[in-house]
């Protein structure tokens, strides 16, 4: 029934199965746990998009390999955790995962998260938007790859 | 229990209501004083748990200060039941300190207020300077006993406008902390902030445009008072016998604003108008300007 990928069914499953407390644990884990930018990332945020609509920049970029791997990057600063926290679930769940498998994750699928109540729904609505610019970015790369050169 | 003495600290010496805020030194010498509750606020919900100030107890604004129901904040019991949760008894002198120039401590201070827990102060300076001072940080979330907290009617008559009141007091002095953009009308919410936007970008009429932040140095800490009186007095024509509203988008903002003009300034009549511009810009009818100060 679901049409996560699985990493991401994954994480969803961890956050249900605690309590609002251990949930904010567990983001704080995904934040620790954001890799850091490569090289051709790092201090380049002009090759990357803003995401505006988290309460702190948040920095991303995404790329489609050959074999149509999606690949997500981000770059937020340590003070933010929770919006490093939202990064991380959407970076282990999502990277690695086929083009139509991002395309097909449900804008909401974060309220499955139960996170609504551990760190309140206005604060949410970034890890929306995030998901909304990278399945933007998937469509785009997407459209450049199979385009014949 | 005595309560923890005063910070003597030369500038803060110079403002109004001194008592009502610590120097990071003051708190480092002072920290594990008996009847003394550190408590970090802040905007993001999960920095106190990367590393906070040893003994310090998380308020979350959104959490433990709200009614999730009736856009309001938590009433006399739920408050009394936050604070006996925390460790903190009415007695208790209650430092309070966060992230982005205290902004939400300033915001969680003002709560307290509408409570009169008696003794809340902050730390000048915030969450920012401690850390930046390379003074101790902890995960350990410190285990304080229940205390039992009475149970105090919240007072929004002193520190706290409601819409109706606000319409009623046009034409007297209003400020508006918001960025400059929003006051003119040309962004809808604060920069980077677009989720809590109004459907109509301008000014409750006739208020004076101050930034909040200008009220905060470089380094996070409030401007001395004389840098204070030049801005609110000077430059925005307050008089500290003036009957005043602040009002930002949601309250919070402001409320950094109304700890300013009342206890480093000693404005005796300032409220902070909560519903803020995410009320009245939305609300039908209400009257509006546009465009610069």
């Not at chain 2, 404005?267 to 610069?292: C, H, M, Q």
């Amino acid at each position: 029934m679901s049409t996560l990928p699985a990493s991401l069914a994954d994480i969803v499953e961890d956050f249900t199965a605690v309590g609002p407390k251990d949930r904010l644990q567990l983001l704080l884990e995904m934040s620790q746990q954001l890799p850091p930018l490569p090289d051709r990332y790092a201090g380049h945020r002009e090759s990357m998009e803003q995401v505006p609509e988290c309460q702190t920049p948040l920095f991303l970029a995404v790329e489609v390999d050959d074999g149509g791997g999606v690949h997500l990057f981000f770059d937020a600063p340590p003070e933010a955790p929770t919006t490093r926290g939202f990064a991380g679930i959407l970076r282990e769940g999502l990277d690695g995962a086929g083009v139509e498998d991002v395309l097909a994750v449900p804008e909401d699928f974060y309220l499955g998260l139960g996170l609504g109540e551990a760190v309140s729904p206005l604060r949410l609505r970034g890890m929306a938007a995030m998901l909304a610019r990278i399945k933007r970015q998937v469509r785009e790369r997407d459209r450049q790859a199979s385009s014949p050169r | 229990m005595p309560a923890p003495s005063s910070d003597t600290d030369a500038k803060l010496a110079d403002y109004a209501h001194p008592a009502r805020l610590v120097t990071t030194a003051w708190l480092a010498e002072h920290r594990d004083d008996p009847n003394l509750v550190v408590v970090e606020s802040d905007e993001d919900v999960l920095l106190y748990d990367t590393g906070h100030i040893p003994g310090a107890v998380k308020v979350d604004w959104h959490l433990d200060l709200n009614d999730p129901v009736t856009r309001d904040y938590v009433d006399g019991e739920g408050f009394a039941r936050v604070m006996s949760a925390k460790g903190i008894s009415r007695d208790a002198t209650v430092v309070i300190y966060g992230d982005k120039n205290n902004w939400w401590a300033a915001y969680a201070l003002w709560v307290f207020s509408l409570f009169a827990h008696p003794d809340a102060r902050l730390l000048d300076g915030g969450r920012a300077k401690w850390a930046g001072e390379t003074r101790p940080m902890t995960t350990e979330v410190p285990s304080r006993p229940a205390t039992d907290y009475p149970v105090v009617e919240r007072d929004d008559t002193t520190i706290r406008a409601f819409r109706d009141q606000v319409l009623a007091h046009l034409g007297r002095p209003l400020i508006d902390v918001r960025s400059p953009g929003e006051f003119s009308g040309e962004l809808l919410h604060m920069p980077d902030y677009p989720q809590e936007g109004a459907v109509r970008g301008g000014h409750i009429p006739g208020a004076a445009n101050v930034p909040w932040a200008r009220a905060a140095a470089e380094d996070g800490t409030f401007r001395p008072r004389a840098e204070l009186e030049a801005l609110y007095q000077g430059e925005a024509g307050l008089s500290p016998a003036d009957d005043v509203v602040v009002y930002c988008r949601i309250g919070e903002r402001s409320s950094h604003t109304w700890f300013v003009l009342t206890h480093l300034l000693g404005y005796e009549k300032v409220r902070n108008y909560d519903g803020s511009w995410t009320e009245w810009g939305n609300s039908v009818r209400l009257p509006i300007e546009k465009g610069a100060s």
